[in-house]
């Protein structure tokens, strides 16, 4: 076992949660893909703590699994409570956020 | 012994990258939610199978337990909660088009994280005995990491408050529809 692979491993996760929120419209994917890219960060701070011989980046994971587990709870929501004001999976319904209202300006 | 235990462990690596950057590929390809959840959990089941092959027996449990278990099933039952398929689902006719795009986009990041990365360490050390099992990382958790911990059981609390405040029915939204 060599560590190079594990990197290369953990980077493509990254790399692929990262398209995922990019290219893709469905709301429920964009979460996944959020979620691919914590997991991406987990791999790499379990191979580190195993080169370095120190739990320290192993208890660091664990605590990130709590926190996954709270921002899906909210993003659960968030998605329940959108599909209900607009009847539609597509993020590009959920931009009242980033827009300026017309009558505003 | 020595080298039948590392092929082993080539072996069990490969095939679990494998099921790991296949589901994940999978799941950003499907065009149907619940295939791209399921490609999403084989991917976090071989995610736990790696933790396993790093001795990290405890995170292959908490793993399992709670990403796969709790989060990517609580994310199914929404899904089919929902239960939106084919026309209903958002309509992405230049899908490939666009992950091919942001593809070519990311790839220059992801070569500087390897070439960041390949500065480091990579061989890895024989583990003294207990490494990431669950006393060993008890003892690390109570040690060293008592206040993150502490912050993460306030962080849980409100995370389940709000929640159920963010799904509750909004009344000004029910009397508008009318």
């Known amino acids: ?105 | 012994m020595e080298r039948r235990r590392v092929v082993l462990e080539n072996n069990i690596f490969i095939v679990l990258s494998i099921f790991l950057v296949g589901g994940s590929f999978g799941m950003i390809l499907f065009k149907e939610t619940l295939f791209s959840a399921f490609s999403f959990l084989i991917a976090m089941l071989a995610l736990a199978g790696v933790f396993a092959l790093l001795n990290n027996s405890f995170l292959f449990l908490a793993q399992i337990m709670v990403s796969v278990g709790a989060v990517v099933v609580l994310g199914l039952m929404v899904i089919i909660t929902l239960n939106r398929q084919g026309k209903n689902l958002p309509q992405e006719e230049h899908k490939i088009g666009w992950i091919f795009l942001s593809t070519i986009l990311v790839l220059p990041f992801s070569i500087l994280l390897y070439k960041a990365l390949m500065t480091l360490n990579l061989t890895f050390e024989e583990t003294q005995e207990g490494f990431g099992a669950l006393k060993m990382m008890g003892e690390v958790l109570f040690k060293n990491w008592v206040l993150p911990f502490e912050a993460i059981s306030v962080l849980l609390l409100s995370a389940m408050v709000g929640a159920i405040t963010i799904a509750r029915k909004d009344e000004n939204l029910k009397k508008e529809s009318r």
């Not at chain 1, 979460?31 to 703590?49: A, D, P, R």
């Open chain 1, 1 to 105: 076992m060599i560590a190079e692979n594990f990197y290369i491993l953990s980077i493509a996760l990254f790399s692929i949660g990262i398209v995922g929120v990019v290219s893709r419209r469905n709301i429920f994917v964009v979460y996944m893909s959020i979620e691919l890219m914590l997991s991406g960060v987990n791999l790499l701070l379990v191979t580190l703590s195993r080169l370095h011989n120190s739990l320290d980046g192993s208890v660091m994971v664990l605590l990130l699994i709590a926190v996954i587990a709270g921002e899906a709870s909210i993003f659960l929501a968030m998605i329940i409570q959108l599909y209900r004001s607009s009847k539609s999976l597509d993020s590009d319904n959920f931009v009242e956020l980033a827009q300026i209202e017309k009558g505003n300006q």
